[in-house]
């Protein structure tokens, strides 16, 4: 029987894992998380905010597994929607890719919008939608350059939000004013504008949230096709990062908890962060902060912009388009070998989604994650049944991760249902249009479309950069 087909590489196999992990937690950006996501949390759970994380990031540990298993079975540049379509069906498949790709967009304009506001500190004028446009054309340029300069690029603005997370920390840890007992204690403000207690039953309603706070840890297979010994490594990747991401989201924000002058008035704030910046710091650390956080957004748009760029390319070379587009999008530049056509339309479809009502590109991004986060343990479920490489990582307590993983995710839903099923709804009108596309299209042509070849062979990267090339060469024979 002959070997079945394997993609070709195409892209520049070039990036060590710890280079992944770069431009992986660039696009978790955990400053970003602190600053915009887990204040909700703060005004609705007061010091609980921090339990909340915490159960969320057990959570987000049995997802992790699902992911690292998974990636290290398939470790395609596509991401999930090649784990769907191999093991949940094509024309699902295809689907997720579209959910993917639609919301990827929606949330570039997002966090693009999210600059300007602290670009503010120095110049109001920075606070609108031209910065967003010109923030995420600088940063399409940037994404189209080489993935090893990128991932410096990434990992030099990951530094600098570390070091506003580092701030926190160390303002807080030296002002403590309360016990660690107030971790447990969920409270918000009442009607009389003090503190009172609020129910647990509240703060797992809540941990969503915190699941979205840490959410882009699985971002690191969509450079698993240049990552050296991907197969063995990428699972590790996944897993590192995610460790990471809970590390610098937790950690600041228990400092801020334990050392604000006044648990009340941090509650009570709009910006709960910045209110602490200058209870304990002052408007100087404030806005040396406030950029931080700019330069961590801006380094999230270019994370995200990579990562939409190598799922487009992906899905022009399963050749899911007409001829002279997936020749289009999935061309690479022979000196740069990144995606740079796919790279721009990603660019210019972000530029063009930015101008819609932010509240709308909210709304239509709320319930992805809970769909691709479903998908994924249902993929983990099947993975080991199924054909693919062997010997990667393997998930622990397996087959309990994605189970607890669709427990979750069904209460989760649940919970959108009652509130706005509208998130759901969008969510779910782009998988039925991506399966529409693939039947009416793809199906057609089976066999000259969508024959999803096995992954490349990675065994020979997994070296080091300063073994000689001859010495491989001659290992191999």
């Known amino acids: 029987m002959a070997p079945k087909e394997k993609y070709s590489q195409e892209l520049s196999r070039s990036l060590t894992i710890k280079e992944n992990m770069l431009i992986t937690l660039s696009s978790v950006t955990p400053a ?9 949390l703060v005004v609705a759970l007061a010091g609980a905010s921090v339990a909340a994380m915490a159960i969320g990031a057990f959570i987000a540990l049995f997802v992790g597994w699902c992911y690292a298993e998974l990636a290290s079975r398939y470790p395609i540049t596509g991401g999930e929607y090649t784990w769907a379509a191999r093991l ?34 120095v110049w109001e004028g920075f606070n609108s939608s031209i910065t967003t446009v010109v923030v995420v054309a600088i940063t399409t340029l940037i994404a189209a350059l080489t993935i090893t300069t990128n991932a410096w690029v990434t990992g030099v603005c990951l530094a600098l939000e570390v070091l506003a997370l580092i701030v926190l920390a160390v303002m807080g ?72 991401t809970v590390i610098a989201e937790i950690v600041p924000l228990a400092a801020v908890i334990l050392g604000s002058s006044d648990l009340e008035a941090l509650v009570s704030s709009e910006s709960p962060m910045n209110w602490f910046l200058l209870d304990r710091g002052n408007e100087a650390i404030n806005v040396i902060v406030s950029l931080g956080i700019a330069v961590a957004v801006f380094n999230a748009v270019i994370a995200v912009q990579i990562q939409l760029a ?5 899905s022009a070379r399963d050749r899911s388009w ?35 009502p932010f509240d709308w590109l909210l709304i239509a991004t709320g319930a992805s ?4 986060y479903s998908t994924v343990a249902v993929a983990a479920l099947r993975v080991r049944g199924a054909a693919g490489r062997e010997g990667g990582y393997r998930m622990p307590l397996f087959p309990l991760p994605p189970i607890v993983v669709l427990a979750i995710m069904a209460y989760v839903t649940y919970q959108i249902i009652a509130s706005d099923p509208t998130p759901l709804l969008v969510s779910v009108v782009a998988i039925v249009l991506g399966v529409l596309w693939y039947a009416l299209f793809i199906h057609p042509q089976r066999g000259e479309r969508w024959t999803l070849p096995d992954p490349q062979d990675d065994a020979e990267h997994a070296l080091a950069d300063d073994v000689d090339p001859d010495e491989v060469e001659a290992a191999k024979v």
Request: proline content about 4%; cysteine-free; glycine content about 14%.
């Open 32 to 40: 970003s998380s602190v600053f915009i996501i887990v204040p909700a």
């Open 88 to 121: 949940l069906g094509r024309g699902y498949g295809f689907g997720v890719f579209l959910l993917s790709l639609v919301s990827g967009v929606l949330i570039i304009a997002v966090i693009a919008s999210g600059v300007g506001p602290y670009l503010s500190v």
């Open 173 to 244: 840890f030296s002002h403590v004013s309360r016990g660690v007992d107030t971790f447990v204690m969920p409270q918000t403000l009442g009607a009389d504008g003090g503190l009172e207690t609020v129910t647990w039953a509240i703060l797992f309603s809540l941990v969503p949230v915190a699941l979205f706070a840490f959410n882009g840890y699985g971002g690191a297979v969509y450079y698993a096709e240049e990552t050296k010994g991907a197969s063995k490594t990428i699972g590790k990747a996944i897993m590192i990062s995610l460790l990471i």
């Open 310 to 314: 190598r799922l487009l390319f992906s």
């Open 322 to 356: 007409p001829d002279a587009i997936d020749r289009v999008l999935g061309s690479v530049h022979p000196r740069t070998k990144t995606p740079i056509v796919a790279t721009i339309v990603i660019g210019l479809a972000g530029i063009g989604v930015g101008f819609l």
């Open 369 to 372: 994650a809970v769909v691709i």
